[in-house]
C-alpha cells in the first residue's frame, strides 16, 4: 500500500479501486519506538522547501512554493519544531509497520479542510483555508491497506495587535514612548485582533475519503508536549481505522444504492422520453399524410380546371388551338408530377421518422 500501480499519459485513464483489507492487530511484543536518528524520507529537504515561501507578514504561516510536500503548515519560528514532531510521528508509525508516504496520484484521496485554530468557536467560512497552504496530495499512513490522513499543525491563537507606525506589533510587546519628558512624541496608534501562529502543535488524523467526514485531532498545550503522547496517539489510530472502515462500507453501499437509483431514474426518463418521440413521429406522420391528401385534392382540382382548358381549346381555330394547347403543356410541366403514386411514396411512415429504442416485444 502506498505505491502507485497505474498511470495514464493523458490523465484519462480511471483506475479500479485498491482493494482495501482489514488491518491486522500487531503482536504485543511488536511496541511503539521513536528513532532518534532517523529521519524520515518526507521530512529529510523539507526544511529548505518551506523556507523558500511566498512572501508573508512577520510570524504568519509559511507559504512555501513547492506544493508536493509534507502535510506541515507553521510559521518559521517553529519550523524546526513542527518537522521534528512530524518525523518522530512517521517514524512511530513505521516502527509497527504502518507506511507514511505521500498520497500515491492514482488514488482518489483527498486532503481534510484542517481548522488551525487552537479554540473552535463558530464555523471558519469557506473561503479561509485559501488562505493558508496546503498539499498538492495529503500525506497518509496505511494501517494495513486502509489509508488515514495525517496533517501536523502549528495552532492559531487570538491577538491582540496595535498598528505602530506602519505595520502591526503584538500589544503585549508595545512599549509606548516615555510621557514623562515634557515635549516627548506620542504614537497615534489603534488595536485590531487576528489569528496568529501560538507555537503550540496538533496532529490530526483524518478520513482521506470524500464520503467519509471523520477526524480526531490532539494537540499540545503550553504544559504538556505532543511527543510524549506519539505511542498512544499510534494506537489510537490503529484502533479508529475500524471505524472509518466501517463507515467507508456504509458509504459505499450509500453510494451503490444512490448509483443505482440514478440509474433507474436515468432509464424511466429515458423511456419517458422515447415514448414522447414514438407518439411525436405518429402525430407528425399523420400531419404528413394529411398534407399529402391535401395537395393530391389541389392537384385534382387543377386538373379539372387544366381540362377544361383542354376541352375548350378543341373548338378553337387550329393556330389558336395550338397556341393554347402549347401553354397548357408549360403549365403542367410547371406543376411537376400529377400521379397520385408519387405522392404517396413521398409520406414517411412513424417508423421511418424515429425508430423506438424500447420495442413493444421487448416490453412485453
Not at 180 to 206: C, K
Not at 269 to 298: C, M, P, Y
Amino acid at each position: 500500500p502506498g505505491n502507485q500501480l497505474y498511470r495514464s499519459k493523458d490523465e484519462t485513464f480511471r483506475p479500479p479501486p485498491k482493494p482495501r483489507q482489514a488491518p491486522r492487530s500487531r503482536s504485543a511484543s511488536r511496541r511503539v519506538t521513536i528513532s532518534k536518528a532517523r529521519i524520515h524520507p518526507l521530512i529529510r529537504g523539507a526544511k529548505a522547501h518551506f523556507e523558500n515561501s511566498r512572501p508573508i507578514d512577520d510570524g504568519a504561516y509559511l507559504k512555501p512554493f513547492k506544493q508536493l510536500l509534507v502535510d506541515v503548515t507553521t510559521s518559521e519560528a517553529c519550523l524546526d519544531k513542527a518537522l521534528g514532531l512530524a518525523n518522530d510521528l512517521f517514524n512511530a508509525f513505521e516502527s509497527v509497520g504502518h507506511r507514511v508516504v505521500i498520497a500515491p496520484k492514482d488514488e482518489a484521496l483527498r486532503r481534510a479542510e484542517i481548522d488551525e485554530r487552537e479554540v473552535r468557536k463558530e464555523k471558519r467560512d469557506r473561503y479561509h483555508r485559501l488562505r493558508l497552504w496546503s498539499p498538492y496530495r495529503p500525506t497518509v499512513v496505511y494501517i494495513g491497506s486502509l489509508p488515514v490522513g495525517l496533517a501536523v499543525v502549528e495552532m492559531s491563537e487570538d491577538v491582540v495587535l496595535r498598528h505602530v507606525r506602519g505595520k502591526y506589533v503584538r500589544d503585549a510587546d508595545y512599549i509606548p514612548p516615555n510621557s514623562s519628558r515634557r515635549f516627548a512624541a506620542q504614537d497615534h496608534t489603534w488595536t485590531t485582533n487576528q489569528e496568529l501562529p501560538a507555537g503550540r502543535m496538533r496532529i490530526v488524523a483524518y478520513s482521506p475519503f470524500w464520503r467519509v467526514d471523520w477526524s480526531i485531532d490532539w494537540q499540545e498545550t503550553k504544559k504538556s508536549s505532543l511527543r510524549s503522547r506519539l505511542k498512544p496517539i499510534v494506537e489510537a489510530v490503529e484502533s479508529s481505522v475500524v471505524e472509518l472502515a466501517a463507515r467507508l462500507d456504509e458509504a459505499d453501499a450509500k453510494a451503490e444504492a444512490e448509483r443505482l437509483e440514478w440509474m433507474a431514474a436515468a432509464e424511466k426518463r429515458k423511456r419517458e422520453e422515447d415514448q414522447q418521440q414514438v407518439e411525436r413521429s405518429f402525430q407528425e406522420s399523420r400531419d404528413h399524410l394529411g398534407e399529402i391528401i391535401q395537395q393530391w385534392a389541389n392537384v385534382m382540382n387543377v386538373e379539372h380546371f387544366l381540362a377544361g382548358v383542354a376541352e375548350s381549346a378543341d373548338v378553337l381555330p387550329e393556330r389558336d388551338r395550338d397556341r393554347v394547347l402549347a401553354r397548357l403543356n408549360r403549365a403542367r410541366e410547371f406543376l411537376g408530377t400529377q400521379d397520385p403514386l408519387d405522392f404517396f411514396l413521398s409520406w414517411k411512415t412513424p417508423d421511418e421518422r424515429y425508430t423506438s429504442q424500447y420495442p413493444r416485444d421487448a416490453e412485453d
